[in-house]
Structure formats: structure tokens, C-alpha cells
């Protein structure tokens, strides 16, 4: 086999290989970071942000807002505020604070 020969196969497998390789050497975007969701607390948060919650309606957000105050978000439960099933879901962006005088 001629060089010539071995230099024109080379050359046509990089042809048809460079964009592979190209695509390879480019780096990967990262996948971007997970946001961080701010708790909503249930002693202090609007009707807006607590109905802004899924699976919290008008009816859960009214009975939250007339509950309060809360020492723990578990009282949603142990006050049948929400059903079981109900505050699994929303256990993890609800918070309990102590509950914020307002100001006249």
C-alpha cells in the first residue's frame, strides 16, 4: 500500500469524523442548578402565597389563615386543618414562624 493511499484514507476518515470530534471537545452545559423554593410560613403568609401552593385551595388557605398561630407546620394536622395526604405534599415549602405582630 502506497503512503499517498494511507494519507488519503486518513484525511477522509477525519472528514467524516471532525464533526463528531468537534462536538465531543465542546464542553456540556450544565444542567442548570436547582432554584431554591422560598418556604412559605404559614403563620404570617398572605392568601395569595399560601393559595399559590399546589394543592392548597381557597377552602385550605382559608382554614390555615383562621388556625393561626401555629407552634409547628404539624398542627395542620393534629388541628384537621389538612388531611394527611394533603400536608405530605405540602410539608416540604411550608414553614411554621412565630407569628409577626402587625403593626397599627
Known amino acids: 500500500m502506497s503512503i499517498k493511499k494511507i494519507i488519503g484514507g486518513l484525511v477522509v476518515g477525519m472528514m467524516l469524523a471532525g464533526p ?4 465531543e471537545a465542546q464542553p456540556k452545559e450544565q444542567a442548570p442548578a436547582k432554584q431554591k423554593i422560598a418556604l412559605v410560613d404559614i403563620n404570617n403568609a398572605s392568601q395569595e402565597e399560601l393559595e399559590a401552593i399546589p394543592e392548597i385551595g381557597t377552602e385550605h388557605c382559608h382554614h390555615i389563615m383562621m388556625g393561626r398561630p401555629y ?3 404539624q398542627e395542620l394536622v393534629t388541628k384537621k386543618i389538612l ?4 400536608y405530605a405534599k405540602v410539608k416540604n415549602k411550608i414553614v411554621a414562624k412565630k407569628m409577626v405582630a402587625k403593626k397599627a
Open 20 to 23: 463528531a470530534l468537534a462536538e
Open 71 to 73: 407552634k409547628t407546620k
Open 83 to 86: 388531611p394527611k395526604a394533603t
